[in-house]
């Protein structure tokens, strides 16, 4: 069996778990409201094939720092390159821990009130 067909092989299988999403982002960004399923799945491969990379890449500094586990700063290391990407992983972080604070207060008044 030859290496391309193995690799349309593993395509097949896969499941296309951002298709609803990248629909949406599909129409946002002007395209028709339905678009054609071969334009969403070849999103669809291209964004998971990105996120396994980067997987890929902050394992390897996980691993080169010997540790077992990935933490955020490996995905930072991996993204150092592009500082779009970098601001906006900071940037979300950043929101994240606003979130869970804001929850955190929120969740206290609810129980001083009771």
Known sequence: MS?????RKQRARR???????LRSLMYGCGDDPNPLNESVELLDDLVTEYIIDMCHEAA?????ARRNKIKVDDFKFALR?????????EE???????????????????????
């Open 3 to 7: 290496t391309d067909t193995a690799v």
């Open 15 to 21: 499941q296309h778990l951002f298709a609803r999403e």
């Open 60 to 64: 390897k500094m996980a691993t080169h």
């Open 81 to 89: 390159r592009d500082p779009k990407k970098l601001g906006r992983v």
């Open 92 to 114: 979300l972080l950043l929101m994240s821990k606003v979130i869970a604070e804001a929850r955190k207060q929120f969740d206290d008044n609810v129980e001083g009130v009771k």
